[in-house]
């Protein structure tokens, strides 16, 4: 009964380069968010996806930042051209469906840019 | 703008203390109030609270929603040192999904 998985834990990227976060749901979900966490600072959203949708993406920055959340496969953040701004912890979490509220979250993967 | 406020920032007790850890917040179209555990990892999923007035509880951990006053307050009693923990507090739109946190309380239980 596997929780969320994300991968890889860590990353380590140095600055221009690209940086690609996976993330798979726990079984039976069909709904993924992912949350980008700052030193020192609370978790804040970035963006809901089902799958194949895009539902929600109001706390992605609008450059640089994508989302997927494919028919197979796990949901990827991509983040181009990373800046040193861009090292935290990223954080997804799923939810079995619209309207269920509990959110399950996946261990994160720390972000290094240098 | 929404807004959750945890308080306090930062706790330290003895084990077998009981902590009350408390998360106040204006949000518009208020649906429900989470509590979620992070350790080192992952945010672990504690409670879902919806009504006002009614405790959930599990084990020495239970916690209340007041949506008259616009606060919830996580109790835990008896603590442990596996207690020790940052405490999140996030609130959800009627209608949507996404969760807005409070920035957290870090809770130390020293032996």
């Known amino acids: 009964n596997a929780g969320v998985m994300q991968n890889p834990r860590h990353l380590v990227r140095r600055r221009g380069q690209e940086a690609r976060l996976r993330c798979s749901p726990m079984?039976?979900?069909?709904?993924v968010y992912w949350y980008r966490q700052l030193p020192e600072e609370g978790l804040k959203f970035m963006v809901y996806?089902?799958?194949?949708?895009?539902?929600?993406e109001s706390g992605m920055p609008k450059e640089r930042f994508s989302a997927e959340f494919p028919k197979e496969g796990p949901s990827i953040l991509r983040i181009q051209q990373v800046v040193r701004g861009d090292s935290a912890a990223y954080f997804c979490?799923?939810?079995?469906?619209?309207?269920?509220?509990?959110?399950?979250f996946g261990p994160g993967t720390r972000l290094t840019v240098t | 703008e929404d807004k959750v406020v945890q308080s306090p920032l930062s706790l330290v007790v003895h084990e077998g203390d009981t902590v009350t850890l408390n998360c106040s917040y204006e949000?518009?179209?208020?649906?429900?109030l989470l509590w979620y555990k992070q350790e080192k990892k992952a945010p672990t999923f504690l409670f879902m609270l919806?009504?006002?007035?009614i405790e959930k509880k599990s084990g020495r951990l239970s916690s209340i929603l007041d949506k008259k006053e616009l606060f919830s307050i996580l109790n835990i009693t008896a603590t442990q040192t596996g207690d020790s923990a940052v405490y999140l507090c996030?609130?959800?739109?009627?209608?949507?999904?996404?969760?807005?946190f409070g920035q957290g309380t870090r809770l130390t239980i020293n032996p």
């Open positions: 979490a799923s939810s079995l469906n619209r309207g269920t509220y509990e959110q399950y």
């Open positions: 079984k039976g979900h069909s709904h």
């Open positions: 996806l089902q799958k194949e949708n895009i539902i929600d």
């Open positions: 949000v518009t179209n208020f649906r429900s």
């Open positions: 919806t009504s006002s007035g």
């Open positions: 996030a609130v959800i739109h009627e209608g949507a999904q996404k969760l807005v």
